[in-house]
């Protein structure tokens, strides 16, 4: 058995069985960067 993140474009490719184990996630920047004040700010910055 091995971990695979599960995505909408992962869904149809595997049977899944978890959650198997919880995981957490951090960014970490320098502070010259630009704050983040939402989730999806990761993914579109220039909104």
Request: net charge neutral; charged share 25%.
């Amino acid at each position: 058995m091995f971990t695979v993140l599960r995505t909408p474009e992962r869904e149809p490719y595997y049977q899944w069985v978890g959650p198997v184990m919880e995981v957490e996630t951090a960014l970490y920047s320098s502070n010259a960067a630009r704050q983040l004040k939402q989730r999806w700010e990761i993914d579109h910055p220039s909104r």
